[in-house]
């Protein structure tokens, strides 16, 4: 297997096994079950290489209304939680430049994920810690109907916090540790 294989193959692995399997996100079974979501690997370093991948991508699902959402994966040059936060910064400005605000929105995860006003070792920041700096492309359209589908939206990240807070670090991280294997 190549090596981005590997890192498709592990990004893969944490969505069926934490984020699915925990139900961390309820709207990503469908999508998996469906087929519906791609994982693109993203082998650039710098800033302005990495936004014109997240372009491609807006470009790709602009013409392909089958995928419902993209995964891009940056492997390399954010291995650093703040240098990436100024990179999702970054490329939600430039989605509103190129006329994509109400089109697209990004969620983004990434190994040392922290929210903001919490200790980087709270086991809640497991909820947004992938194998990968990740950019998630979701469509706005398909995000409202799910928003407006589901029972209690405003419950899910505090159902999350709660898990997360119960299971653990260890918990966690070995199941990190996991996905990272090539099955």
């Given at each position: 297997?190549?090596?981005?294989e590997?890192?498709?193959?592990?990004?893969?692995?944490?969505?069926?096994?934490?984020v699915v399997?925990?139900?961390?996100?309820?709207?990503?079974r469908?999508?998996v079950?469906?087929?519906?979501?791609r994982y693109?690997?993203?082998?650039e370093?710098?800033?302005?290489?990495?936004?014109?991948?997240?372009?491609?991508?807006?470009?790709?699902?602009?013409?392909?209304?089958?995928?419902?959402?993209?995964?891009?994966?940056?492997?390399?040059?954010?291995?650093?939680?703040?240098?990436?936060?100024?990179?999702?910064?970054?490329?939600?400005?430039?989605?509103?430049?190129?006329?994509?605000?109400?089109?697209?929105?990004?969620?983004?995860?990434?190994?040392?994920?922290?929210?903001?006003?919490?200790?980087?070792?709270?086991?809640?920041?497991?909820?947004?810690?992938?194998?990968?700096?990740?950019?998630h492309?979701?469509?706005?359209?398909?995000?409202?109907e799910?928003?407006?589908n589901?029972?209690?939206?405003?419950?899910?990240?505090?159902?999350?916090?709660?898990?997360?807070?119960?299971k653990?670090?260890?918990?966690?991280?070995?199941?990190?540790?996991?996905?990272m294997?090539?099955?």
């Amino acid at each position: 297997m190549s090596s981005t294989e590997d890192k498709i193959t592990h990004t893969q692995n944490w969505v069926k096994n934490v984020v699915v399997k925990y139900n961390i996100c309820p709207f990503a079974r469908r999508e998996v079950e469906r087929g519906s979501i791609r994982y693109a690997l993203c082998d650039e370093t710098k800033k302005e290489s990495v936004l014109q991948c997240l372009m491609d991508e807006c470009h790709f699902l602009d013409e392909h209304s089958e995928v419902e959402t993209t995964l891009l994966i940056i492997p390399a040059g954010f291995e650093g939680f703040y240098d990436f936060i100024d990179l999702v910064e970054m490329a939600n400005s430039l989605l509103e430049m190129q006329d994509y605000e109400g089109v697209y929105q990004l969620a983004n995860f990434h190994p040392d994920y922290c929210f903001a006003d919490e200790r980087q070792s709270a086991p809640s920041n497991y909820t947004n810690r992938s194998p990968y700096p990740t950019l998630h492309i979701i469509r706005e359209t398909s995000m409202e109907e799910a928003i407006n589908n589901h029972p209690d939206v405003d419950a899910i990240p505090e159902r999350n916090i709660s898990f997360a807070n119960k299971k653990g670090n260890a918990f966690f991280a070995d199941l990190l540790a996991t996905c990272m294997l090539n099955k």
